[in-house]
């Protein structure tokens, strides 16, 4: 017999207004307390293979009692995908400079434990005592400027390469995963969302969406606000609260 989850969550992803084809992918199963959102990488050839990939393979994960072995186990099937991208698909392709990968951040929440796993640019936000906290770091060159040369943001997101990735699933041999692992508060509620979203929306806009009570709620708010701007890129979203 299933038991209720004590979250609920909503998710959504559009293909924005520019793009014709939709490279992200998400999964939204509260009865597993497992969410994950993957961008496939844009310009790329299968980046929707990548992406759908990475959803389909974490949907299929058998349960497991301890959260300690979900986490691992989640860990292993994303190093397992990138070896299969890396190696197979780019290969069968015949071309070695046909990379196919996608960003990935999954959130397992179990009780009062999250952890969330990433690789790219697509984000983890927490709406916490009205105040909204950015849990993941993104892999962009963007990011390592800042953090290596002391860039300012304007000046790192003014560099012609800004949104490269420094890491993703299937663009090299080895993958590196990033992990943090939280407590949860009973009226936390957390957002995954590819960069698409969130580099149309202000800090402002997340939270007051994140701090509407129904999740659909605040996927429609975020989403309204998403589609009045430039949408350039494809839109996916996830908001999960108890």
């Known amino acids: 017999m299933l038991i209720a989850s ?4 909503a998710a ?17 199963c509260p009865q597993q307390g497992l969410w994950v959102v993957a961008d496939g990488m844009g310009g790329h050839q299968g980046g929707d293979i990548a992406s759908q ?5 974490l949907a299929d994960l058998p349960p497991q009692d301890d959260f300690n072995e979900r986490l691992q186990a989640v860990r292993r099937c994303l190093h397992w995908i990138n070896r299969r991208l ?18 990935v951040v999954a959130l397992l929440l179990e009780g009062d434990r999250a952890a969330c796993v990433w690789a790219g640019d697509s984000r983890c936000y927490l709406w916490r005592g009205q105040r909204l906290y950015q849990l993941s770091r993104d892999h962009s060159l963007q990011q390592q400027l800042i953090d290596e040369q002391q860039m ?19 663009a090299t041999e080895q993958l590196t995963l990033d992990v943090l692992e939280l407590r949860v508060d009973p009226d936390d509620a957390f957002l995954l969302c590819s960069d698409g979203l969130y580099q149309g929306l202000s800090s402002n806009a997340l939270g007051d969406a994140l701090s509407l ?8 708010r975020l ?19 108890q």
């Open 12 to 28: 959504r992803t559009d293909a924005g207004k520019v793009r014709a084809r939709n490279e992200d992918a998400f999964l939204d």
């Open 6 to 9: 004590p979250w609920r969550s």
């Open 152 to 170: 300012s943001l304007d000046d790192a997101q003014a560099h012609p390469a800004a949104h490269a990735l420094t890491r993703a699933v299937g």
């Open 223 to 241: 989403f309204d606000s998403a589609l009045r701007g430039e949408a350039k890129d494809n839109l996916t979203a996830v908001v999960i609260r």
């Open 86 to 103: 890396s190696h197979e698909l780019t290969v069968s392709a015949g071309r070695s400079d046909n990379v196919i990968g996608s960003t």
């Open 53 to 57: 990939l990475i959803v389909a393979s």
């Open 213 to 220: 009570a129904a999740p659909h709620v605040a996927l429609g």
